[in-house]
């Protein structure tokens, strides 16, 4: 009876130990990481890291918010009503410089921008030096202020034969002769589904345009006041983008249906399909310095190219635009296959 009493008193203190230890552990650090548009394929590693663990391991509780059509995220982050924004390609990142805006990118995840031109087969758009010759070239507002002026300069896209996209397939599909703009994970299966051919595929950055994209906004404040933060989800995202790439990404991907209950497995799967292949997430640089990673070289050029397309001012310091502190480590390059 003794021993059974003083065996459950040890018990007890162990107990009432690990308790007194729990209470003093120090808490998740609250941060939230806003996307750019309704949650999809293009953002399962923050998913990815967020359902296997990895932003908790390192100290994180990290709530993701999707952007959307009506959402303007960036303006959050300056107000310091979120602590990281995906942002698109480099220009923002360079316009904030010449404002004045003391925003930075800390890590780029996508090595490739995704921006496409697609044309249809057989028509004599067989070859990226063909594409000039399209009857019409369907392109957003956005892309026509920016890589569009980069086609001008450097391929001898005719200006005049823009028209407006409308982020509808039916203009691309009627016209045989035209060409549209797209991402690489999503337009092409929804000229595919339309028009009932696969459209021709020309990827921008295989044909020099060198920006990253996706890339991780913060203010330099919180890389001041807060840099372990800072360092853990990036490195945390890294891990997640190798998982959600090679591994089981079956739980990031029912939390983005959660969240983007119009997101189907057909489009899921066709995204990851054309990250993996055309080398989006992880090729060049990231082979060797992890996912995430950015180097000078890249940006000076992607810079000069902006500026020669009369799309940048020439004399920003866009060294201010980014910072190479948090990557380049080889994060996650172990689980790769």
């Keep these: 009876m003794a021993a059974r009493i003083g065996n459950a008193a040890l018990g007890l203190a162990a107990a009432a130990a690990c308790l007194a230890f729990a209470s003093h552990a120090p808490a998740a650090e609250k941060v939230t990481f806003m996307t750019n548009w309704l949650a999809q394929a293009e953002h399962g590693g923050y998913y990815q890291a967020l359902a296997d663990g990895s932003y908790a391991a390192c100290g994180l509780d990290v709530t993701i918010r999707q952007g959307g059509p009506q959402v303007a995220g960036r303006p959050l982050l300056l107000a310091g009503k979120i602590d ?23 890590a780029a995840h996508f090595q490739k921008d995704p921006q496409v031109l697609m044309a249809h087969p057989g028509q004599g758009l067989d070859s990226w030096e063909s594409l000039r010759n399209a009857t019409q070239y369907i392109i957003g507002d956005e892309g026509f202020q920016s890589f569009f002026q980069w086609l001008v300069t450097d391929y001898g896209f005719d ?17 045989p002769k035209a060409i549209q703009q797209g991402y690489v994970t999503s337009e092409p299966l929804a000229a595919e589904k339309a028009g009932g051919f696969k459209p021709n595929l020309f ?48 739980a990031a991907n029912a939390m983005i249906k959660k969240d983007n209950p119009d997101m189907t497995d057909e489009q899921l799967g066709f995204s990851l399909e054309k990250m993996k292949s055309y080398g989006i997430v992880d090729s060049g640089d990231s082979e060797q310095l992890g996912i995430g990673a950015m180097t000078d070289e890249r940006m000076q050029d992607f810079y000069d190219m902006m500026v020669k397309a009369r799309v940048a001012p020439a004399g920003i310091d866009i060294s201010r635009a980014y910072t190479l502190r948090f990557v380049n480590k080889g994060v996650g390059v172990e689980l790769k296959p």
Excluded: H
Excluded at 159 to 175: D, E, H, I, L, S
Excluded at 209 to 216: G, H
Excluded at 236 to 248: F, P, T
């Design 84 to 106: 990281f924004y995906m942002g698109g390609n480099m220009l923002q990142a360079f316009d904030a410089v010449r404002e004045g805006i003391p925003l930075v990118v800390v």
């Design 159 to 175: 200006a005049g034969r823009r028209v407006p996209y409308t982020y509808n397939p039916a203009a691309f599909v009627a016209n």
């Design 203 to 250: 990827l921008l950055a295989d044909y020099g345009f060198s920006t990253y994209s996706t890339t991780v906004e913060t203010m330099q404040a919180t890389i001041d006041a807060r840099p372990q933060a800072v360092q853990c989800f990036v490195e945390a995202s890294a891990k997640g983008w190798y998982s959600y790439l090679y591994g089981d990404n079956k």
